[in-house]
């Protein structure tokens, strides 16, 4: 099934063409007409960063970061008040229900971008443990960082405190960035022509009808141009639409739905069970509360959003316990089931044992309620345009790798972006920008491919094939090497695991 998920989504991967694309239907036509309508007053920078959310804000942390981009003049375009705010978290807000789960290799890139510090002034949630199981109680799964000799898997992160990090990072630097509080409504790119004089400073007039700059036209009447464009600007991405990049993808006919709940104590655990319509993930936030990622069908979904305070606690409990079917046992030395040949000889400490979660005392955000589908860019780049974090890919939040991926693209973006300026390139030429997309674009698939098929695979109740995932689960619970290669792949090193269930 993997194999035909790659297929279907790595259109061109191996064989990456360079896309020699104008977005005027008549090249001659267009340039008359620019050359009548633009200023010399018209802004021009080196990067438009077309979205300014978490992955595009940290593409322009890590552009200022870094000696060889930091020169750079960058834009920003998004109609989002909060860019224009200094600090828009108060300490005694409630938790958001809106979070992500970061891994070690994000909270690196946080470090190496000066964000990091920003975050561990606000609310969150180092974890150290993972549990996950079948509703049918024929198996489980604990990660441990120690399995792989870390101290951490990953770290929960209200979405609202990631942005509010790296928007302080950015106004905290001498980086020259300039916010524009508007949408982008239309994209212009000319094709290259003559060079331009070596003895003339050229206008961005003059350079963008010799196709050496793209034009961006915004809602609020304003224009301005740029060597490269970048779409951060997520799953329904503007630039991705006036690009002309054609995408594959599907709906899962799910929907997820998000909250924070409250407990008695301290979550310090990731916990996920598979249950008969779809994962349910309840993952700590830190001073007692956790955060849900429920899926299951969209009426199931409207019913839990509209239902009762009390009762739906009541829900999450029954799905987080004894619904569905029994916990599954921790296997004492010397038992034997069906899946004995796994163990040999091997013994579960205290803390490898299965573990109920902690109960759900009180609801503490509103329920959110949001679609789940999949979808992928068949190209990242071509010329002076580039997509990064969902504008190129929409996953599954089955691994909550969605951000983590797009934090990737933007770590990589930057970097390829500082090695055209070391040899003196042009950044917006397709010949560098294809080595983001190679670089990216394999890692992004198999992720997709792999969390696909996973979502398949436990959509299905059915006999054998829950005896294939319990046979899996346990797997991965006593095979060492195994359960360390999951683990690394998760946590966001490059190394494709077997595909065999994996930590969020």
Same mark, same amino acid.
């Given at each position: 099934m993997n194999r035909i998920i790659v297929r279907r989504l790595s259109v061109n991967v191996s064989g990456l063409r360079v896309l020699q694309r104008s977005f005027c239907s008549d090249a001659a036509e267009k340039e008359s007409e620019v050359k009548q309508s633009f200023t010399n007053n018209d802004d021009q920078y080196d990067v438009a960063v077309v979205g300014g959310g978490m992955v595009g804000m940290a593409l322009a942390c890590s552009l200022a970061s870094m000696p060889l981009t930091k020169h750079l003049s960058v834009a920003i375009i998004d109609s989002n008040p909060a860019l224009g705010k200094s600090n828009f978290i108060k300490k005694e807000d409630p938790p958001d229900p809106r979070v992500s789960t970061v891994t070690p290799a994000t909270i690196s890139f946080f470090k190496e971008i000066g964000a990091w510090q920003y975050v561990q002034e606000h609310r969150h949630a180092y974890f150290d443990t993972m549990q996950v199981w079948d509703y049918t109680g024929l198996g489980y799964t604990k990660y441990n960082a120690r399995d792989v000799n870390k101290e951490i898997l990953g770290c929960v992160v209200e979405n609202k405190v990631l942005h509010s990090s790296l928007l302080s990072c950015m106004q905290n630097t001498e980086f020259r960035k300039t916010i524009y509080p508007s949408r982008l409504t239309s994209m212009a790119l000319l094709p290259s022509s003559s060079s331009i004089s070596v003895d003339s400073t050229p206008s961005a007039t003059t350079l963008f009808t010799k196709g050496h700059l793209a034009k961006l036209d !915004?809602?609020?009447? =304003?224009?301005?141009?740029?060597?490269?464009?970048?779409?951060?600007?997520?799953?329904?991405?503007?630039?991705?639409?006036?690009?002309?990049?054609?995408?594959?993808?599907?709906?899962?006919?799910?929907?997820?739905?998000?909250?924070?709940?409250?407990? #008695?104590?301290?979550?310090?655990?990731?916990?996920?069970?598979?249950?008969?319509?779809?994962?349910?993930? !309840? !993952?700590?936030?830190?001073? #007692?509360?956790?955060?849900?990622?429920?899926?299951? #069908?969209? =009426?199931?979904?409207?019913?839990?959003?509209?239902? #009762?305070?009390?009762?739906f606690v009541k829900i999450l409990n029954h799905a987080l316990d004894y619904g569905y079917g029994p916990h599954p046992k921790s296997i004492s030395s010397g038992s034997v089931d069906m899946f004995s040949w796994f163990r040999g000889d091997a013994t579960l400490s205290a803390k490898e044992c299965f573990e109920v979660p902690p109960r759900v005392v009180k609801l503490a955000s509103e329920r959110m309620v949001f679609p789940l589908s999949l979808k992928h860019a068949n190209n990242y780049v071509s010329k002076r345009v580039v997509l990064i974090g969902d504008a190129a890919h929409t996953v599954h939040p089955l691994a909550g790798q969605g951000v983590n991926l797009g934090f990737g693209d933007a770590s990589t973006l930057s970097r390829i972006i500082a090695e055209g300026i070391a040899v003196g390139a042009d950044i917006g030429e397709v010949s560098l920008l294809k080595k983001y997309e190679a670089e990216r674009k394999p890692a992004n698939v198999v992720m997709m491919a792999v969390l696909d098929g996973f979502q398949k695979a436990y959509s299905v109740d059915f006999g054998p094939l829950n005896i294939l995932r319990a046979a899996a689960f346990h797997g991965a619970q006593y095979i060492s090497p195994l359960k360390r290669n999951i683990i690394s792949y998760a946590s966001g090193e490059q190394r494709l695991p077997l595909p065999l269930p994996l930590f969020t």
């Open positions: !915004l809602s609020d009447g =304003k224009s301005l141009y740029a060597k490269l464009v970048v779409g951060a600007d997520g799953g329904k991405s503007r630039v991705r639409e006036l690009a002309g990049f054609k995408t594959t993808g599907w709906s899962y006919s799910q929907n997820a739905i998000i909250c924070t709940v409250e407990h #008695n104590k301290e979550n310090y655990c990731a916990w996920q069970r598979f249950l008969p319509a779809g994962p349910i993930a !309840l !993952l700590p936030i830190g001073d #007692n509360f956790s955060n849900i990622v429920w899926t299951m #069908n969209p =009426k199931d979904a409207s019913d839990c959003k509209s239902m #009762n305070e009390d009762d």
